[in-house]
């Protein structure tokens, strides 16, 4: 007979477990989303029409403190990129 070993977790390491992948989700889709913004903050790089770069410094500081939100990592609102004016 094989030697089996089962590996029982607690309630606790299971939801343990599951907040953490919640909180490597989050973080990779605000650095998914931050990457995808990077170019704008070159110093000569044009900006979107209608935009500053004062609006795109903001949405990605806003993007940064998504983590501090009171309902991490379940619950949060992403911040909506600039749109043109």
Known sequence: MANVQ???RTR???EQE???QAWEALRA???RRLQSTDWIMLPDAP???GTT????QAYRQALRDVPQQ???PYN???PEPPVPS
């Open 53 to 56: 770069r004062e609006q795109w």
């Open 29 to 31: 889709e605000r650095n």
């Open 47 to 49: 900006l979107p029409p």
């Open 12 to 14: 606790e390491q299971i």
């Open 18 to 20: 599951r907040e953490a």
């Open 76 to 78: 949060v609102v992403w």
């Open 6 to 8: 089962v590996a029982w």
């Open 70 to 72: 009171a309902g991490a």
